[in-house]
């Protein structure tokens, strides 16, 4: 465990440093100052109150040597128990926090869904499930923002990339990770059949230049005219950029930012994640296993959970349970949801 007087420390002189005239001018530093301060957060307030209840439990210690057979003996030992419960539960939640399972939990995340089986409909179902990821990162208080994205012109996406930069993004997002199976009867559908049709979602924990270093030497870096839905060029400009790492052949592109450096940039921003998932994958001994059964085939079958609009029913596949409010999913309420799979999952 983390040094306790030294996460105290920190935490504070982050407290003086945000308030700084100087600091909060230069936005890049004190945005930076702002996330170690907020990841500090939820260790510096468990501390501070373990450190109080330590001091009642010290009073509670006194009062019963000194009135062991007395009624206020007697009721401070109740308290005391009641008091070390507490302070065990609470000891228990810092070390989960200062040593969670998964280092990459408190991260950002970057978040790339794909239109599957189905078509058009894969497509709008994909877009829906983008909404419904805006909802959420609405609601818990992070930023959204496009990094990438392949329209079709009835309103669907091929592919949008997208990221979410919040502090536990990663924790509550990679259980999205997989193939997204819905049930329902299309608006094109005269007949009236229900049809089934697919999106994949990969998350990805963002990387950091500090997180991944990559040579310029080691890239390739094309430029494209932007193209909207049914691959039209919407410019004549060469501002859209596709970039590949030669090593790995890894492939980065994005064409939604307004000039040619600020889609290099936000490429490199998806490019960097990518390596970094292929690292992590590689030292896992995985060869990339993990990135690909995140994404599976797309295929009906080849599903972590399904969307059953004619009986307003999601089921999680994994956690073999289902949930009967698809509308207030849809709108973006899947903390509850995200939290009973992931119980489930750790149990196992």
């Known amino acids: 465990m983390a040094n306790i007087s030294e996460i105290k420390t920190k935490y504070q002189e982050l407290e003086q440093q945000l308030s700084n005239p100087e600091i909060i001018s230069d936005r890049e530093r004190s945005s930076k100052l702002a996330k170690e301060h907020a990841s500090l957060k939820k260790a510096y307030t468990l501390i501070c109150e373990i450190e109080k209840l330590d001091e009642n439990i ?10 062991a057979n007395s009624e206020l003996g007697k009721m401070a030992q109740e308290e005391l128990n009641e008091l070390q419960e507490v302070r065990e539960k609470l000891e228990k939640e810092l070390y989960e926090e200062l040593n969670p399972a998964d280092p990459n939990d408190k991260k950002s995340v970057i978040v790339e869904i794909r239109a599957g089986a189905g078509g058009d409909e894969g497509a709008l179902f994909t877009a829906e499930l983008f909404r419904m990821y805006l909802r959420f990162a609405e609601k818990m208080n992070w930023k959204t923002e496009i990094l990438s994205s392949s329209e079709i012109g009835i309103g669907g996406y091929k592919e949008i990339i997208f990221s979410v930069d919040g502090l536990g993004a990663y924790g509550y997002l990679k259980y999205e990770a997989g193939t997204h199976r ?9 007949q009236g059949r229900v049809h089934t049709s697919t999106s994949t979602v990969i998350v990805l924990p963002e990387a950091e230049e500090v997180d991944v270093k990559i040579e310029p030497n080691d890239i390739r870096i ?17 501002s859209a950029i596709r970039i590949t790492h030669i090593p790995t052949g890894l492939i980065a592109s994005c064409q939604d930012q307004k000039s040619q450096h600020q889609n290099k940039e936000k490429a490199m921003q998806i490019l960097r994640s990518r390596l970094l998932a292929k690292i992590e994958d590689e030292k896992s001994a995985k060869d990339s296993q993990e990135r690909k059964d995140q994404v599976g085939r797309g295929d009906r079958s080849d599903k972590i959970r399904t969307y059953n609009f004619p009986q307003s029913r999601i089921t999680d596949h994994r956690a073999n349970k289902s949930w009967h409010n698809i509308d207030e999913i849809m709108a973006g309420n899947i903390e509850e949801m995200i939290t009973e799979i992931k119980m489930e999952l750790n149990k196992n």
């Open 182 to 190: 819905v049930q329902r009867v299309p608006e094109t559908e005269k």
């Open 222 to 238: 094309d430029t494209f005219c932007s193209s909207g839905p049914g691959g039209q060029s919407v410019n004549t400009t060469y």
């Open 58 to 67: 010290s009073g509670n210690k006194e009062i019963i040597k000194s009135e």
